[in-house]
């Protein structure tokens, strides 16, 4: 038995208004816009606006070695730390930052989304601000040897310990050293690979110095900050001249105690001499 047309025309119209419904719900949150990455020493976090209100996001990420892969599911923030996605810092990435309703247990075959810039680690990451750990002259104060404080990525080794950004990038990164004598302006520079870089100088100078980490073949955020700069003294590094004055302190401590001492020790000496010498005179006494 058939339903009567009327009611087929109104179930049809019913069910019409309701896909409309559905759709315009599912219309009704925006989509992600100004997606950026921020990445500082390989450490990586995807950004975008707006806000959501009564509406979830969640991002995908995909390389060209690898598939899309999620992360962040479900957020209501507005960033992601994507970095253990990145582990090939030489692969070129992007992302999606999907809108869904939440509660939602899949995402839809067609999902609102958008799509991110791409992003290659090794090419576009920031280097972070080195620094001088240590530095020494020779004993013919001829020699200046420095040893750099290097930024660290967040990849571990298979030791366990955390890879500098020169680990990742390998021989792609160098660190310059920027040196001057304290009494001059005119700068000259060395260049090494490794984590230290030993220079000559004027015996009997004061230089000072700085270091930069430079990745010559990219053609965006090439250098790093410049690190605090630091001087020597015309005897030696800043430590020598510390260790010259504890010397010299403790010298001069020493010598004061040593005198006193000997002072305290003669004085008893001739104390006890003057009073054995009046007992040799003193008459003895009658019985």
Known sequence: MRAPRPLLLALCSLWHLSASVA???????????????????????????????????????????????????????????????????????????????????????????????????????????????????????????????EPMSPYRSLSGGFRSVRDVLQTELRYTLYYWRASSTGKKQATTTTSEIEISVDKGESYCFFVQATVPSRRENRESPESPTQCTSQQGSVLDEYVVLIAVVSAVVLIIIIAVVLSVTLYKCKKSKQEAAKKEHMPLNEA
């Open 23 to 149: 759709v315009t719900d599912a219309q009704a949150f925006p989509t992600a816009v100004n997606i950026t990455w921020s990445s500082l020493n390989f450490k990586t976090i995807l950004e975008w606006q707006p806000k959501p209100t009564n509406f979830v996001y969640t991002v995908e990420i995909s390389g060209q070695k690898s598939d899309w892969k999620k992360k962040c599911i479900y957020t209501e923030n507005t960033e992601c730390d994507v970095t253990d996605q990145l582990l090939d810092v030489n692969d070129t990435y992007r992302a999606r930052v999907i809108s869904s309703l939440p509660g939602n247990e899949e995402v839809p075959e067609e999902p609102l989304y958008t799509l991110s810039p791409s992003f290659t680690p090794s090419k576009q990451t920031k280097i972070g601000q080195p620094g001088i750990k240590s530095y020494v002259l020779n004993d013919e104060k001829t020699k200046l040897k420095v040893e750099i404080e």
